[in-house]
């Protein structure tokens, strides 16, 4: 039997954590979903196309790796793909107290999809997605945080962002 996983987040960037992880699962699974999460009431620094094609650029050399965006309830999810794990990584005890809670909703939503965590490298265990985007915007260099591809998909994402305040300056005067 084939064994499929997906791999949920916000990815908002993708960091070489997040790399470390994917490469993991895809050598305890047959089929590797990553899995980007739709959040509507977030904004965040990239849309959710440039997060697939940033996710897509950096996992190409994995074959038995695909990209998707889902929105929703994650295990709906996991059931439309017909997926009974779930990845999450794991940094530090910080992460636990949320990933534990996320695992039981999950679990009492759908009981026969299981979550299954995994310990990012020791030299990753600072990286959050979130750190990757305060250091970009406010112009530090996040370009050995992240996987190569990356880099330019949040440069653009800076520049299109830097260009919205600018008008709305201009419409108030
Ligand atoms: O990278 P993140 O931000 O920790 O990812 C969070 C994500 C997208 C996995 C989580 O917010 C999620 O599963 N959202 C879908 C909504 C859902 O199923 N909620 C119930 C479980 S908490």
């Given at each position: 039997?084939?064994?499929?996983?997906?791999?949920p987040?916000?990815?908002?960037?993708?960091?070489?954590?997040h790399?470390?992880?994917?490469?993991?699962?895809?050598?305890?699974?047959?089929?590797?979903?990553?899995?980007?999460?739709?959040?509507?009431?977030?904004?965040?620094?990239?849309?959710?196309?440039?997060?697939?094609?940033?996710?897509?650029?950096?996992t190409?050399?994995?074959?038995?790796?695909?990209?998707?965006?889902f929105?929703?309830?994650?295990?709906e999810?996991?059931?439309s793909?017909?997926?009974?794990?779930i990845?999450?990584?794991?940094?530090?005890?910080?992460d636990?107290?949320?990933?534990?809670?996320?695992?039981?909703?999950?679990?009492?939503?759908?009981?026969?999809?299981?979550?299954?965590?995994?310990m990012?490298?020791?030299?990753?265990?600072?990286?959050?997605?979130?750190?990757?985007?305060?250091?970009?915007?406010?112009?530090?260099?996040?370009?050995?945080?992240?996987p190569?591809?990356?880099?330019?998909?949040?440069?653009?994402?800076?520049?299109?962002?830097?260009?919205?305040?600018?008008?709305?300056?201009?419409?108030?005067g």
């Amino acid at each position: 039997m084939k064994m499929l996983a997906i791999y949920p987040g916000s990815f908002d960037p993708p960091t070489l954590g997040h790399l470390d992880v994917i490469e993991r699962a895809t050598h305890l699974f047959d089929r590797l979903i990553i899995a980007v999460g739709v959040n509507s009431a977030k904004r965040p620094l990239l849309t959710t196309d440039q997060r697939i094609e940033a996710l897509r650029l950096s996992t190409a050399h994995f074959p038995n790796v695909e990209v998707a965006s889902f929105s929703g309830l994650l295990v709906e999810y996991a059931r439309s793909v017909g997926a009974k794990s779930i990845v999450r990584g794991l940094r530090a005890t910080a992460d636990f107290e949320y990933e534990f809670q996320m695992a039981m909703i999950n679990r009492r939503l759908a009981s026969d999809v299981d979550s299954v965590f995994l310990m990012t490298r020791w030299d990753y265990s600072y990286l959050s997605s979130s750190m990757v985007r305060e250091v970009a915007v406010l112009g530090g260099d996040y370009s050995t945080l992240v996987p190569e591809p990356v880099v330019p998909i949040v440069a653009a994402a800076l520049e299109a962002r830097d260009h919205i305040p600018a008008m709305e300056t201009s419409q108030h005067g």
